[in-house]
């Protein structure tokens, strides 16, 4: 059984920053692709960022540039370093694995607001 935990959200003013943190919990076999999705009211979930086993990240459009993706496999954690953020980043935010994620969970919420 794996369990994901996600941290780190927060209020925050446009043009601050956050990093978010996921600790995956269980036995962990070899590498694993991890990415961010982040679900905002009356949206659809959608992917922020990933990344592969060989470190190799993709990023949503909206977000290149400003978000940046890690891991430490010592710690079974992914982070997610978030500059300049703006309102439209406002959102629950997950993380998973990819492809084939299992359960989701709680999420952290991330407001950017004045």
């Known amino acids: 059984q794996l369990q994901l935990v996600e941290s780190g959200g927060g209020l925050v003013q446009p043009g601050g920053s956050l990093r978010l943190s996921c600790a995956v919990s269980?036995?962990?076999?070899?590498?694993?692709?991890m990415g961010w999705y982040r679900q905002a009211p009356g949206k659809q979930r959608e992917l922020v960022a990933g990344?592969?086993?060989?470190?190799?990240?993709v990023y949503d459009d909206s977000v290149r540039g400003r978000f940046t993706i890690s891991r430490d496999n010592a710690k079974n954690t992914v982070y997610l370093q978030m500059n300049s953020l703006t309102p439209e980043d406002t959102a629950v935010y997950y993380c998973?694995?990819?492809?084939?994620?299992?359960?989701w969970g709680q999420g952290t919420q991330v407001t950017v607001s004045s």
């Open positions: 998973n694995f990819r492809p084939n994620e299992v359960p």
């Open positions: 269980g036995s962990i076999i070899g590498f694993s692709g």
């Open positions: 990344i592969t086993g060989s470190r190799n990240t």
